[in-house]
């Protein structure tokens, strides 16, 4: 999560630069654009995924401690 969210940054740092000018005065729609870039980025991580697990014969036999 934290590389997409730098690679964002990164990607859009531009227009931010830009959107602010470089004045302090225009700080909120700076802040109002990382906030956006961010719960973009977020929503990506909060989709739905499907994960396929498959176990094979013996791992568990190869995970128990010896009794000897």
Known sequence: MSAGLKT????QA???IAL???NPKKSGPFVERIEQ????AMNEYAKPMEIEV??????E???EPDDE
């Open 37 to 40: 870039i961010i719960d973009e």
């Open 54 to 59: 498959t176990f094979t014969a013996g791992q």
């Open 20 to 22: 602010a000018e470089g």
């Open 8 to 11: 964002e940054f990164e990607a």
């Open 14 to 16: 531009l227009d931010v």
């Open 61 to 63: 036999a190869d995970a």
